[in-house]
């Protein structure tokens, strides 16, 4: 790893404290990455943005802000990334998937709140994570209860603003998010001092969009019989589609769709024939949050897709780039992100029907459905997502986890018994 401190301690960082991060960092990507048989040569380019993560991209963020541009820090998949880049900023995820953050979020956050929001805000408060701190102002939403305060415990340390999303569908409440987002492209213009021009929005949205279409690229070869990737090494992918300059991320997830599909034709698979195939749904797994699909590839099972926020809710359904004017943009965005199915929405019958149709697309032989403790909203869904399931005739498996170890053997044991169940 480059030589980074100077960067971080300009950040204010706590150096002494972020270094027992940078320790164990490389050893966990180790186990779980590199020890992985006939992995595609196209992930060196992950490989290296993972080693320097809190380096190489904090670095051009750093460079971006120099030259007077504005970073977003940004927590879910409701907030359109294009306003952002639209006005010359740039917007970066900052979900937190470590368990080395948790402890910082339960000095000022009940214990029993999940630890995607303690990790979060731990990050922020115990100055840790570069992203944090480099960020001008984050961008909250009104998804579930937990972040809604955390927005106002992290606005006593930095400027926060928060989307209010709806949480029914109806034709009102898309029109409610347009109108929300065109107050979200209003302040990106007060904060930035740039208009976001149509012009400029339609740039934004075909950026975006070739991101999106990359990343449904990869997907699409993980529903081959022959597997040419494995679950660990996509995850991976779509985790650092948050952060990455959208316009190099598209172009090196192009190539390595290149690659997959030459392996597809010549019938490589990274699987041996008949390994039984997993998809994941429920809370997004953040990185670097590896640990179910670790467990699933080294119990005898094959992670084909995730029905998460880190997966299919990411990229499924492009924005419509016939939009000439702001407000038919504006109304574009609005449509594409309200088909987004998160379990804050009630009813959400939509998010049943998207798990049965991938179930079907990616010939999965069993779905996890994965709860971060606390998350009470998935948690709940799991209800109906488990009955569907069982009324289609589809195994699944309820798993309810956080970021620690303490679970992983338990958690082993029963992906272990799930996944011999779906052998006999
Ligand atoms: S699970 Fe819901 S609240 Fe969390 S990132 Fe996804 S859409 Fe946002
Ligand atoms: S996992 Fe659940 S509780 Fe945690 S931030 Fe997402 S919706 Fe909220």
Known sequence: MADYRKMWEELGMDLETHDQLC???????????????NRPESMDYYNMVVADIHGIRPAELIEHQKEGGKVFGTFCVYVPDEI????????????????FWVPGGEKVLPTNTCPLIKASVGAR?????PFFRIADIYVGETTCDGKKKAWEILGEDVPVYVMNLPQMKRAKDVQAWAEE???????VEEVTGNKVTAEKLAES???????????ERLYETRKNEKLPISGRDA??????????DPGRFTQMTNKLCDELEQRVKDGVSVFEEGTKRIM???????????????????SGGAVVCEEMCTGTRYFEHQVDESGKTLDEQIQALAKRYMNINCACFTPNNDRIDDILRLAKEYKVDGIIDVNLKFCNLYDTEGYFVERAMKEEGIPVLG?????TDSDAQQLRTRVSAFIEMLNN
């Open 23 to 37: 320790e164990v960092l490389p050893q966990a990507f180790g186990d779980v990455y590199l020890s992985q048989e």
């Open 235 to 244: 995850l991976l992918i779509s985790q650092i589609a948050f952060y990455d």
């Open 125 to 129: 408060l115990d100055r840790t994570c």
């Open 205 to 215: 949205i075909r950026l975006i969009n070739g991101k999106r279409k990359a990343l």
């Open 399 to 403: 798993i309810e986890t956080d970021y």
């Open 280 to 298: 994941l749904t429920g809370t997004p797994l953040a990185i670097p949050n590896w640990k179910l699909h670790n467990i699933v590839e080294t």
């Open 181 to 187: 987002i065109a107050d979200f492209k209003d302040k």
């Open 84 to 99: 952002v880049f639209a006005a010359d900023a740039i917007a970066t995820g900052l979900c937190g998937g470590s368990q």
